[in-house]
């Protein structure tokens, strides 16, 4: 999945890379969790790694519920969406 979005809150620009789009890498850092690895531009990869270590959870509606926050394409959209906001464009969305 290839994710570009805006985060007002921080005024950054960011892109997330999972599965086959990790290897298009640019200037991505690495971001690894229970032995999954995504690459996204450096401020996101801040946000994310802190989401995981001191709020790892995720809505993936609106009106929840709350699920654990993993490396899954389908939780991490629905984190980038819901938390982080700003979803710009998505290439290989997950499938419901």
Do not use: I, K, N, Q
């Not at 969790?33 to 990869?45: F, S, Y």
């Not at 009106?63 to 899954?72: D, K, N, R």
């Amino acid at each position: 999945m290839l994710v570009t979005g805006f985060d007002d809150r921080t005024g950054c620009g960011y892109v997330l890379r999972t599965g086959p789009h990790t290897a298009d890498d640019g200037d991505s850092t690495p971001v690894v969790d229970a032995g999954v690895t995504v690459l996204a531009t450096p401020e996101l990869a801040v946000t994310l790694r802190d989401a995981l270590a001191h709020h790892p959870v995720a809505l993936l509606g609106w009106s929840g519920p709350e699920v654990p926050l993993t490396l899954a394409d389908d939780v991490l959209l629905g984190w980038l969406t819901h938390t982080v906001g700003g979803v710009v464009t998505v290439e290989g969305a997950p499938t419901a």
